[in-house]
């Protein structure tokens, strides 16, 4: 795959999960990364984990909370006062919620999970692609879910916010494309990140290996995912060798979205 040496990519939700492992394929191929974070201290420990690894690379981390607009200008600012330009985002920060049928859903835990997953992800194409158009395009990887293609029992908010990620993805690529910006969104299924580990301790509380292996045993393949095959996904959309694919609502999920 394409080299990312010189250019430069911010990615949110960075200190672990699928974030982390995003960062992991792009440090590798020499990327300059911003780190964006609202939890400080895994932020801290994942850009020196990070720099011992890949010296090749450079990293700026800036703690932000997505969901706060002002916080989302800044990430943006300072990556520009750092690297000069911004190439693409990794829009990634997003939190589950709580599980729950609808009509018990905590309103104030769906507002939460709007104003981050929905919102988040607004401000950050709002900031970012301005940049984008100045530097003469780039690419954006939004993150949706399985549960932006389709139901997910007792995750009305989450699901509700990752099918608004999806139609955001699909208009951004219609209006930005003319500016050579390719916009598309990831729709991961159960990938093993600490997330998805509280997902199973909510369904299981006293033993969550049992609720994910039943879970597993219900994909095609028999297994969850891997963050580092959603790492090597986003970096071939976020590459110069993407040059046509926008607008999409891609699944990693080992296939399982596609059955009954
Ligand atoms: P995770 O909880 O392991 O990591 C998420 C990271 O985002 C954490 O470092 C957290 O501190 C950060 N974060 C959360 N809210 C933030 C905010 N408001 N501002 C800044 N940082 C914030 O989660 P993950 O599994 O890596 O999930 C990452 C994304 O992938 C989410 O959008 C999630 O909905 C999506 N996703 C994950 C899976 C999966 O199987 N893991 C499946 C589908 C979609």
Known sequence: MSNF??????????????????????????????????????LEK????????????????????VSIEENVKKYVEE????????????NNAGIEGKQAPLIDYDIDVFKK?????????????????????????????NVASVGGIRGV????????????????????ALEYGKDNILTNAIAPGAILTPMVAEAFKQ????????????YASRNPTRKLG???????L???LLSDENGYVSGQVIAIDGGESNMY
């Open 5 to 42: 040496k010189g250019k430069t990519i911010i990615i949110t939700g960075a200190a672990m999960g699928l974030g982390y492992a995003a960062a992991e394929a792009l440090a590798s191929k020499g990327a300059n990364l911003t780190l964006v974070d609202y939890n400080n201290d895994s």
């Open 46 to 65: 994942a850009k020196n984990e990070l720099k011992e690894k890949y010296p090749e690379s450079k990293f700026l981390t800036v703690v932000a909370d």
């Open 79 to 90: 990556t520009v006062k750092e690297f000069g330009k911004i190439d693409g985002l990794y």
């Open 113 to 141: 999970v709007v104003d981050i997953n929905l919102m988040g992800v607004h401000y950050g194409m709002k900031y970012v692609i301005p940049e984008l158009q100045k530097n003469g395009g780039g690419k954006i990887v």
């Open 153 to 172: 029992l007792n995750q009305t908010a989450y699901v509700a916010t990752k099918h608004a990620v999806a139609g955001m993805t699909k208009n951004a």
């Open 203 to 214: 369904v299981n509380p006293s033993d969550p290996k049992v609720a994910e292996k039943e």
């Open 226 to 232: 891997d963050p580092k095959d959603v790492g090597n």
């Open 234 to 236: 986003v970096a071939y």
